[in-house]
């Protein structure tokens, strides 16, 4: 669907979305060695921003697709210790790493984006058209994750309960931004290719466009924050659930 747009320097905002992958599993007996994981991903959104042209490049079209893979998390089962009596001494040790989200500023495929089984396949982007004289390409990544993974125990009568244990982290969404942000003014991070004669040194195509794709980085924070709000997203957050346990054979987790 498309969002109105307050943001300035943007002209128009639309968002593709996919939401609410299941808690993942595994087989629910695992003959393999300690260290099997599951992942999973809650949420992907994709918007297209269009912003208002340079004052240097008034005749060229000015996109920002911005692709966000939200409430994501891995966890990997890292023990199994078992004493002489499994129901009161058993207990397994989950390893929980939940990642805030990974930014791109990429082409994407929306018809790729339902298939959580599958990673989105990230193409480079056009982000500044003057056809047919001038282009403007990039392909971007950040990601933001836990600073390290935390050690979560479920003893038998947890798995037994199916007790629900969370793991949390307080990274902020701004940090993807800024990395972005960052990247778009280092060498490399855009690609402009002249096919006729330029209506501006590079240089300054490069650095114009790059002032309007960051201040377009930076007031998209509040929106992208609404629309997580909106759908009852908590970034950082991942629940572990134990499902079963036997002494000597390891079992996967959700």
Partial sequence: FTLPSS????????LAMAIGEPAQNAPRIGL????????????????????????????????????????????TM??????SDPESDAQMTIIGAPGLAAADIAAVNTSQMTNFSAPVTLGTATVLNVAPVLTATTLLTANLSA??????????????????KTVTTTDVTAGLLDSLSSSLSAPGGLTVKVLG?????????????????????????????SVLTSLGVELGTMD??????RCGIPVIVQ
């Fill in 7 to 14: 943001i300035a320097g943007v002209s128009a905002v639309s």
């Fill in 32 to 75: 393999g060695p300690v260290g099997i994981s599951i992942h999973t991903a809650q949420m992907r959104l994709y918007f297209d921003f269009t912003l208002l042209p340079p004052a240097g490049l008034s005749t060229g079209v000015v996109q920002l697709p911005l692709y966000l893979e939200a409430a994501q998390g891995t966890a």
């Fill in 78 to 83: 890292s023990a199994i210790t078992c004493g």
């Fill in 147 to 164: 600073p390290s993974p935390t050690d979560v125990e479920f003893s038998f009568d947890d798995i037994a309960d199916a007790t629900v």
């Fill in 197 to 225: 004669l330029p209506l501006l040194p590079v240089g300054v195509v490069t650095s114009e466009l790059s002032a309007a794709l960051k201040g377009a980085l930076s007031a998209a924070d509040p929106v992208i924050n």
């Fill in 240 to 245: 572990l659930r134990a499902t079963g346990m």
